[in-house]
RNA sequence: GCGCCGUUAGCUCAAUUGGAUAGAGCGUUGGUCUACGGAACCAAAGGCUAGGGAUUCGAGUUCCUUACGGCGCACCA
C-alpha cells in the first residue's frame, strides 16, 4: 500500500494533479503529530485562503477510513495518522511472505544495465583506494537486480599500455621466475615501482619497445605478460570471494585492441576527428569543454578511444537500458567527454551512460604513494579486522562454535560497511583506527542485533511458540517505531537505486537497528504480559531480523546466527 | 587562470530531494548489569549549517558571490 498515493487520491481537488500532490505529502518530524503530512502553503494562493484554513477545512472534510485513522490540522500541514493496526498486519504478512525478497521488486523487468567497478590492473596489489568502486558496484549490482533488473557486472581490467612494457623491462633486469612464484603480485610490484625509481632515458625507450613486442605478438613479451596477468587474476579472485563480488565479464582494455579502429573510421567518417597538434582529436569547445583525445601524434590510441569502443560494444552486446561507471571524480572530465562524443555520433543511447563518481582515499599523512611506500594493503586491512573480530569472539564468546566464519563475517563486513556507509562522494580518509572500530555506527552493530533477535527467536522455538500469524496488539511505543522502519524498506531500496547510492542503505540498517534495540530494552519479548502481545512481539522481531538480513546482504554482508 | 566537487556539534557523518524544534555515532561527563546477549541502553553538554547577498509563505537543501580544501584541464590510464 503506497499511503501517499491513497491519500492524495481521497483528497478533494485542489488544483494540482494528484501526482504532485502525493510527491509534497512529507513525514512529520515527529511521529505523534502523525504519520503523514501535507503541507497546504502552497494552495494559499490559489485558493486565496490562509494555509491554517485550508489545512483545517481539509481536516473536517476528510472522511477517515479503514486506512486512515485520523486527519488533524496543525498549523499549514494536515496530518494523518495512518490505521496502525492495518500498517502493522500488512507489513508483517508481506515480510512473512517474501522474506529473503523482501523489498524487491519487479521494476525493473525486461530492462538490462551494465555496471563497470572494480576494474584492477594488471600486475598491481589491491590497496585501500581500490575499495570504494568494488564495494560500491558490488552493492549496486546487488540491488539492481533485486529490483528486477538484468545486470552485467563488468570488470574492465586495464591490462593496456607502457607500463606493461616497463614491468616486463623490469621483470628482465631484476626479476626471476622463483621470486616471483613466492612473492606473487607483491614481488611483481616491487620491480614496477623500481623501475619506476630508477628508469633512465634508455629504460623507457627499452620498455616502450616491449610494449611494442607485446603489441605486436612476440612470443616472450606475451608469455610474460599473460603471466602477470593470471598471476594478477588469481590474487584478485582470492579477495573478490572474501567479499562476495562477482563479475559476469572481464573483458578489460586489452580486448578493444582490435575494436577501435572502427570507432576511429565513424568519427572521421561524420566529420568530427580533427588534426590538432599533430594528435587526431574532437574538439568540444562549444561545450566548454578540452578536446577529447582519439590518436596520438605517433598513432597510438588513448584512454578514451577504449572507452568509446567499450561503450559501444556494450550497447551492441548487452543492449543496455544503462551504463554505469562505478569510477572516481577525478574522471569527471573524462566521462563527460567520452560520453558527449557518443552524443556527437549520434549515439541516442549517450543519455544512459552514467559516471558514478565517488570520493577520493587518502591516509592521515597525505595522499597514497605506492612509489613512496606509503600503501595500506585491502588484505592487510581485511585480515586486521577479521583477527580483531576473533580475538573479541574469543574474549566475550569463548565457548562459540565457528568462531572462524563468525569472526570472517564479522571483519569483512566491517571493512565492505566502512566503505559503503557515507555519501559516496565524500573524500575518505582512511585509518585503522576508525576501521577496527566496531562500536556504534557499523556492520558489527547491525550483527550484533541480529544476534540478540536470533537468540530471543530461538527460545521461542524451543518453547515451541508459535507467532506466525500473530495479530498487532501493541501499535504504540518503541514497537511502532520499528515497525514504520520495517515498512519503509522497500521505498529505501528504491532510493538507493534511483540515487546509486548504497549508502541509503547502509543508513537504514543502523537506524533499523537502533529502532530495534530500543524496543527490545523497553519490551519483555519472551515476558510480554500476555500471550498474544508475546506472539506479537516475536513476530516484529522475526520481521526485524528478517529486512536487516536482507539490507546488510544487498551489501554484500552476511550475518551470523550467534556471535 | 578556467571547470567540477566539497565545507553541518571537538572529530566522523545524516537530514525523506524546498517543509514543522537540524539528527546519529565517536569522544567527554553522569547513569543502567544476579540478564530475552553490556559489541547494548538512558541522560547531559556540544550548532548563527564556512561568510555575505537573492528567490520563497518556508532554505542546510535552489541561485549569485567570497573564503578555505580536494580534483581536473593535449597526446598516462
Known amino acids: 500500500m503506497d499511503y501517499k498515493t491513497y491519500i492524495a487520491a481521497h483528497l478533494p481537488d485542489l488544483g494540482l494533479p494528484s501526482e504532485e500532490i502525493a510527491a509534497a505529502i512529507a513525514v512529520p518530524p515527529d511521529s505523534s503529530l502523525g504519520d503523514y503530512a501535507l503541507p497546504c502553503f502552497k494552495f494559499a494562493k490559489l485558493l486565496r485562503k490562509s494555509p491554517a484554513l485550508i489545512a483545517e477545512e481539509l481536516a473536517s472534510s476528510y472522511e477517515t477510513d479503514a486506512v486512515i ?6 498549523g499549514g500541514y494536515l496530518n494523518f495518522k495512518v490505521n496502525r493496526k492495518r500498517l502493522a498486519e500488512e507489513t508483517l504478512a508481506r515480510v512473512g511472505k517474501e522474506g529473503a525478497r523482501y523489498g524487491s521488486s519487479d521494476m525493473g523487468r525486461g530492462k538490462t544495465i551494465c555496471i563497470d567497478y572494480s576494474s584492477v590492473n594488471i600486475a598491481k596489489p589491491f590497496h585501500i583506494g581500490h575499495l570504494s568502486t568494488t564495494a560500491l558496484g558490488s552493492a549496486l549490482y546487488r540491488i539492481f537486480g533485486f529490483l528486477g533488473y538484468h545486470v552485467v557486472g563488468i570488470n574492465h581490467l586495464g591490462d593496456y599500455g607502457t607500463q606493461f612494457g616497463k614491468l616486463i623491462s623490469a ?16 614481488a611483481v610490484n616491487d620491480l614496477y615501482v623500481r623501475f619506476n625509481n630508477e628508469a633512465t632515458e634508455e629504460m623507457e625507450a627499452e620498455a616502450r619497445e616491449y610494449f611494442r613486442l607485446i603489441e605486436s605478438g612476440d612470443r616472450e613479451a606475451n608469455e610474460l605478460f ?85 561503450a559501444i560494444y556494450r550497447k551492441n552486446t548487452y543492449d543496455f537500458d544503462k551504463c554505469l561507471y562505478v569510477v572516481a571524480y577525478q574522471q569527471n572530465l573524462h566521462f563527460k567527454q567520452v560520453f558527449q562524443v557518443l552524443e556527437l555520433m549520434g549515439k541516442e543511447w549517450a543519455k544512459d551512460m552514467v559516471h558514478v563518481a565517488y570520493g577520493m582515499v587518502s591516509l592521515e599523512d597525505g595522499a597514497m604513494s605506492t612509489r613512496k611506500g606509503k600503501v595500506v594493503w585491502l588484505e592487510e586491512v581485511i585480515s586486521r579486522c577479521v583477527e580483531k573480530a576473533l580475538s ?3 574474549e566475550k564468546n569463548p565457548d562459540l562454535e565457528n568462531k572462524e566464519d563468525v569472526a570472517e563475517k564479522v571483519g569483512v563486513g566491517a571493512v565492505m560497511f566502512g566503505a559503503l556507509y557515507n555519501n559516496k562522494i565524500k573524500d575518505i580518509v582512511f585509518s585503522y583506527d576508525k576501521a577496527l572500530n566496531f562500536d556504534g555506527e557499523t556492520s558489527v552493530y547491525v550483527q550484533y542485533t541480529c544476534a540478540r533477535a536470533s537468540s530471543v527467536l530461538a527460545k521461542a522455538r524451543e518453547a515451541g511458540i508459535r507467532y506466525e500469524n500473530a495479530p498487532p496488539s501493541e501499535v504504540n511505543g518503541p514497537e511502532f517505531e520499528l515497525l514504520k522502519a520495517i515498512a519503509e524498506f522497500p521505498a529505501t531500496v528504491v532510493l538507493a537505486a534511483k540515487n546509486y547510492e548504497p549508502s541509503c542503505i547502509a543508513r537504514f540498517a543502523v537506524d533499523t537497528a537502533q529502532k530495534f534495540n530500543k524496543f527490545y530494552i523497553e519490551s519483555k519479548i519472551m515476558g510480554a504480559e500476555t500471550e498474544e502481545l508475546r506472539a506479537y512481539r516475536l513476530r516484529l522481531t522475526d520481521a526485524a531480523r528478517t529486512v536487516l538480513t536482507v539490507a546488510l546482504g544487498l551489501l554484500g554482508i552476511g550475518i551470523p546466527e550467534k556471535m
Open 69 to 74: 485513522g485520523e486527519v488533524a490540522a496543525a
Open 171 to 186: 621483470y628482465k633486469r631484476w626479476g626471476n621466475r622463483e621470486e616471483v612464484e613466492k612473492g606473487g603480485i607483491h
Open 392 to 394: 573479541i569472539i574469543t
Open 226 to 310: 599473460d603471466w602477470f596477468k593470471e598471476l594478477t587474476l588469481s590474487y584478485v579472485k582470492k579477495i573478490y570471494d572474501r567479499l562476495h563480488v562477482t563479475f559476469d565479464s572481464y573483458a578489460g582494455e586489452r580486448f578493444y585492441t582490435d575494436k577501435m579502429q572502427p570507432v576511429v573510421e565513424e568519427l572521421r567518417e561524420k566529420g568530427l576527428l580533427v588534426e590538432s597538434r599533430g594528435a587526431q582529436i574532437v574538439d568540444l569547445e562549444q561545450y566548454g569543454m578540452p578536446p577529447c583525445l582519439i590518436l596520438r601524434s605517433d598513432g597510438a590510441s588513448l584512454y578514451a578511444t577504449r572507452d568509446l569502443a567499450a
